[in-house]
C-alpha cells in the first residue's frame, strides 16, 4: 500500500535543492537543465492511503536511492531509476510501521528493494512531464505513470515534485481495502546533485 506511493515517487526523476535556483527555474524549462543528477538523501518520499470515514495512513520512505538522465534537446530520450527500501517505512506510529513491512504489506524480510525503471518520459509543458516505467514491488511487476514539475535549478542542482497513483492490489499489497483504499498517493520531493 504505501510502498508503491513511495516507488512512484523516487523514480520520478529529481528534486534539488533550495539556493539560488528558484529564480532560474522560472526562466529554465526542462530542455534547459540536461545533465545526469544523482537522487539525494534530502528527498522526501512520502505517501497517503485514504480511509473510509476519513484519516488514513500517511508516511514516508527514508532509505531510497536512484538517478536520472536528462538529455539535451530530446527529453523523451532521459532515463529514470530509483530503488526504495521498504524496510525503511515510517509512519510515526510503531504498529503500523511493523504490520507495513510484514508479509502483508510490503513482505520487506523477503523483498528488500521496490524498483522502478522508466521506459519513456513525455514532456508536458515547459517546466513538467510525465515519466511512464515498470514498478516492481513484492515479486510483481507493473507499469506505472508520475507527473513530474520542476521546482527549482540552481546549475548543479534540481528539485521536482512528484506526484503519482499506484493500485496496491497490482502488487499484492490491497489487505484492508474496501476500509483502506486500493489507491496509493504518492506525493514526493525529489532532489538531485548533478554528476
Known sequence: MTFKRALAIA???I???PG??????KSAGLTQVAGRYMISA???IGFAVEQVGGGGIRGRFGEFSGSFDLKPGNLSRSMVSFELLPESVTTGQARIDEFLRSGAVFDAARHERIVFRSSRVEQTGPDTARVTGILTAKGHSSTEMFDVRLVEWGGRSIRFDVRGRIFRSRYDMDVGTP???NVVQFDMRITGQRR
Request: neutral net charge.
Open 42 to 44: 534530502s528527498s522526501n
Open 20 to 25: 539560488p535556483g528558484a529564480a532560474a527555474v
Open 15 to 17: 528534486g534539488c535543492m
Open 179 to 181: 476500509i483502506y483504499s
Open 11 to 13: 523514480f520520478l526523476l
